[in-house]
C-alpha cells in the first residue's frame, strides 16, 4: 500500500502533512488471506465424471469406468465428515445431456449403502445413454454450479473420455471454460 495524494489518511504521516506534503495519504488493498488463517465458508467442490456410453463400451478393454467409479467411491469416502470444511457434488455427463446428477450439495451419502446407490446409477446410465459429447456443457454447467454459493475456494474436476479431436474441442476452450470464472 503506497503513499498517494488521495485516499484514505495514513494517521502515521499527520505531521508530514502538517509540513506541507501531499503524499499523506494510502491506498486500500484487498489482501489476500493467509494461507494458514482459519477457513470460514467451506470450499466449494464440483465433480463431473463421464458417464457416456463409450465409458461402458470400453470398459472391457481398459476399465475406465470401473476405475471412475472407484474414484467416485474414493471421493465420497474422502469427503465423509468434512461437510463444514467441503460442499460438494457429483455430476455426470454422456450423449443424455451435460449433467446428470448423482449426489447434490449438502446431501453426502451417509453410508456405504448409500454410496453403493451413487455408483449403481452411475454405471446404470452409462450403460443405457445414448451416444454423443456434452463435454464442454459439462465444464460450463460445473462451473456455474460451483458458483452458486459462497466459498472459501471454488474447483471443478471434469473426468471425460472425448476424442476431443472428433467433437472438434481445443484444448484451450477447454481450459478457458474451467479457469474462466
Known amino acids: 500500500?503506497?503513499?498517494?495524494?488521495?485516499?484514505?489518511?495514513?494517521?502515521?504521516?499527520?505531521?508530514?502533512?502538517?509540513?506541507?506534503d501531499s503524499l499523506i495519504f494510502r491506498r486500500r488493498a484487498n489482501v489476500p488471506p493467509d494461507p494458514a488463517s482459519p477457513q470460514t465458508k467451506p470450499k466449494r467442490l464440483r465433480f463431473v465424471l463421464d458417464v457416456s456410453g463409450s465409458m461402458y463400451r470400453f470398459n472391457s478393454n481398459d476399465r475406465r469406468l470401473e476405475r471412475c467409479c472407484q474414484m467416485a467411491v474414493m471421493v465420497m469416502e474422502a469427503l465423509d465428515g468434512f461437510?463444514?470444511?467441503?460442499?460438494?457434488s457429483i455430476a455426470g455427463h454422456s450423449g443424455d445431456?451435460?449433467?446428470?446428477?448423482f449426489v447434490d450439495y449438502g446431501k453426502p451419502p451417509a453410508d456405504r449403502s448409500e454410496r453403493l446407490k451413487v455408483i449403481q446409477k452411475m454405471w446404470a446410465?452409462?450403460?443405457y445413454c445414448m451416444s454423443g459429447d456434452c463435454t464442454l456443457e459439462a465444464a460450463q454447467a460445473?462451473?456455474?454450479?460451483?458458483?452458486?454459493?459462497?466459498?472459501?475456494?471454488?474447483?471443478?474436476?471434469?473426468?471425460?473420455?472425448?476424442?476431443?479431436r472428433r467433437y472438434?474441442?481445443?484444448?484451450?476452450?477447454?481450459g478457458d471454460l474451467l479457469t474462466g470464472n
Not at 500500500?1 to 502533512?17: E, K, M, P
Not at 472438434?168 to 477447454?174: K, Q, R, T, V
Open 1 to 20: 500500500v503506497g503513499l498517494q495524494s488521495f485516499g484514505d489518511l495514513d494517521d502515521n504521516r499527520l505531521v508530514d502533512g502538517a509540513a506541507g
Open 83 to 88: 461437510g463444514d470444511k467441503y460442499s460438494w
Open 97 to 101: 445431456g451435460p449433467v446428470i446428477p
Open 125 to 127: 446410465h452409462a450403460q
Open 142 to 164: 460445473g462451473v456455474e454450479s460451483v458458483a452458486e454459493q459462497e466459498g472459501d475456494d471454488y474447483f471443478v474436476l471434469l473426468l471425460s473420455d472425448a476424442n476431443l
Open 168 to 174: 472438434a474441442i481445443s484444448p484451450e476452450d477447454l
